[in-house]
């Protein structure tokens, strides 16, 4: 299947190196340091320098020690680097037999073959094996030649975090490097793709690293590999700016992808981008996520089929006007909430959630949103996923899902619903190898607990909670919010006005000041817990009955008689109040009984609560056996007649 690892004649660099055949170089020549001087200088940029990614045949061997690469330590008896290196190949076959295997190729035109024999993880850290394919490009940080039992020559890869694969070509992630070093270098703006320099050029929307003069350009870029490389942004940026002449500590992909954020005011991005947080995973992922389309996304497009593609469409369709969902990931509601709770989270560390408003939508639009919500969260896991991307598990509060079994095959996912007989509504999720988590339940208190025992057995992973809050829930609400959560849990609260579920009052300055937040505050900045419970439980008084009888009337567009109601249902309350002896104009037919209203009401002395549905009503809407009994125990006359089938 493969043939041996060879080093011929290398291709030379573009400064000259090699000046001889490398064939013809003996070990007493590499000992004895009589070999081209240039080996350790070079004046390319980027992947094109030698010194810096060096050729399969300069790389030190692991059984010798090489003065290029090693020094000794303050000891005297210990060697260690004494510069960084990256050893950058375009994988050319991938196999398994036991173990993964690769077939690669250099740039100097040399077949080397890596062998990964993880001894810390069962996979690389940063990712999947299924990104070892032709056409990928890996990079292994500290490599070493390695001569095999069979006397092959090759790369034996033992760690899983300085291994990183690109899912480009080697031209492609070149090309990527020189853009950014380019815009990085220029003191004044330069297009990554024609070079025109310019005092203000267009930046990238997701990386803020390249600039381009036009949309042409940005387009070609984009064509180019910045598609799939602009969410490794970070990674490429720290590799380009990395001083590899100066060793001071081992680095791997994961000190190489942190973050320097700055402000999201100061970029015009609403995700952070300065200060640690520990969110950063979201983060990345966010970033990975924010320029895939809904529709066409190879992860979103069966989602959507199975939410039920015909209503998604015809929801579509009267919503936006059309039915092409091309929707970016940046602009639906969710990843918008969830960066604001990353830019919070980085502004303030004490932080722990992020209230975002679904209020004042009609039912049409409320159930688009809905489910592209359920599209949405969904996905999540399947992304972070499909990136390597580690540190997250998740636990979310979501209503009318259908696309469990779809969406994780039993193959690599292990739906834990099938063994623990959860209702049809919840499922638990964990992928056989990355070991991501995900949990869904149409229940608050439910995602609650599944966060809280989530933070405990992840102590080194980020639980996001996103839960519903709705105004006919605020007990519920209420319970969540005094519960005590590990410091590893954020929540995304998104706060919403269904239909026929009531609306929320508004937060006046008086609230807030009382709970020890100000307006500012409820308009985009980190709430407090005063404030938040201000803004979830306050609500408005509403009528049940009231919205359904209006709900129908706009279903049945009669609004000619009766104030909107059409003819049949105002004759057929006023026969429904003819029959309990109340005038049609509302007023009682007889006197009044006097009823006594208990102080435990917690009512005005002209109002009763039925106990069933839980509205304020008139003394008239009870009979006068529901008014004798216990307050806790009252039944209008409605709840009455709808308990006995009449």
């Known amino acids: 299947m493969f043939a041996a690892s060879s080093s011929p004649d290398l291709k030379q660099c573009a400064c000259g190196y090699p000046e001889t055949s490398r064939s013809t170089e003996t070990l007493w020549s590499l000992m004895s340091g009589t070999v081209d001087q240039r080996r350790m200088q070079c004046g390319q940029k980027g992947l094109k320098n030698h010194v810096n990614f060096p050729s399969f045949a300069d790389l030190p061997d692991e059984n010798d020690i090489d003065l290029d690469y090693y020094s000794e330590d303050d000891t005297g008896y210990c060697f260690r680097p004494c510069r960084h290196w990256c050893y950058v190949a375009e994988i050319v076959e991938a196999w398994k037999d036991v173990r993964y295997r690769i077939h690669t190729k250099t740039r100097f035109e040399e077949s080397v073959l890596i062998n990964f024999h993880l001894d810390d993880a069962i996979r690389p850290t940063f990712f999947e094996w299924d990104r070892l394919r032709s056409g990928h490009t890996i990079c292994i940080l500290y490599a070493n030649a390695r001569t095999f039992m069979d006397g092959n020559r090759g790369i034996r890869q033992e760690y899983s975090r300085n291994a990183m694969v690109f899912p480009v070509v080697l031209d492609a992630l070149t090309r990527e490097i020189d853009a950014i070093q380019y815009s990085l270098a220029r003191e004044l703006s330069g297009c990554a793709v024609c070079g025109t320099e310019q005092p203000t050029l267009s930046r990238c929307a997701r990386c803020h690293l390249v600039r381009y003069c036009s949309k042409e350009c940005q387009t070609i870029h984009w064509r180019q590999g910045h598609n799939k490389l602009c969410a490794h942004s970070q990674m490429l940026k720290s590799l380009a700016t990395l001083d590899f002449s100066k060793f001071d500590g081992f680095q791997d992909w994961g000190t190489l992808s942190t973050v320097s954020w700055t402000s999201a005011s100061a970029s015009g991005s609403t995700l952070p981008r300065e200060g640690p947080s520990a969110l950063h995973p979201v983060l990345q992922l966010l970033q990975a996520i924010g320029g895939k389309l809904v529709g066409s996304d190879e992860i979103t497009s069966p989602i959507v089929t199975t939410e039920g593609v015909h209503t998604f469409r015809q929801l579509l369709r009267d919503f936006a006007g059309n039915d092409d969902l091309s929707t970016p990931v940046d602009q639906t509601f969710i990843h918008r909430g969830l960066a604001q709770l990353c830019m919070h989270c980085a502004t303030d560390s004490a932080v722990r959630s992020h209230v975002a408003d679904l209020v004042g939508l009609d039912h049409i639009e409320h159930s688009f949103q809905n489910s592209l919500i359920n599209v949405i969260v969904l996905a999540l896991p399947k992304w972070q996923q499909s990136l390597g991307i580690r540190g997250i598990a998740w636990a979310i509060e979501a209503h009318n899902v259908m696309g469990f079994e779809t969406c994780f095959d039993k193959a690599t996912w292990n739906r834990l619903d099938d063994q623990s007989g959860i209702v ?140 909107g109601k059409s003819t049949s249902q105002t004759q057929h309350r006023e026969t429904h109040r003819s029959r309990r002896g109340v005038k049609t104009d509302g007023a009682r037919a007889g006197p009044m009984p006097t009823v006594q209203i208990q102080p435990d009401d917690s009512l005005s002395s002209t109002h009763v609560r039925c106990h069933a549905c839980r509205r304020k009503l008139c003394a008239g809407d009870f009979s006068k056996t529901q008014l004798r009994k216990p307050p806790h125990s009252r039944k209008c006359r409605v709840c009455t007649d709808a308990r006995m089938g009449r």
């Open 424 to 563: 049809s509504d919840s499922c638990l999720v964990r992928h056989t190898q990355s070991g991501v988590t995900a949990f869904w339940a149409d229940s608050t208190t439910v995602v609650s607990e599944i966060a809280r025992e989530l933070a405990f057995k992840h102590a080194d992973r980020c639980i996001v909670r996103i839960l519903r809050a709705t105004p006919n829930r605020t007990d519920e609400v209420g319970r969540v919010l005094a519960q005590s959560m590990p410091p590893n849990v954020f929540t995304l609260w998104i706060r919403e006005e269904p239909p026929l579920c009531g609306k929320f009052a508004v937060v006046t300055d008086e609230k807030l000041s009382a709970s020890g937040a100000s307006s500012s505050e409820s308009q985009g900045q980190p709430l407090d817990d005063g404030a938040l419970r201000a803004k979830l439980l306050n609500c408005r008084d509403y009528n049940p009955i009231e919205q359904y009888m209006s709900m129908l009337n706009v279903m049945t567009g009669d609004t000619s008689n009766s104030g």
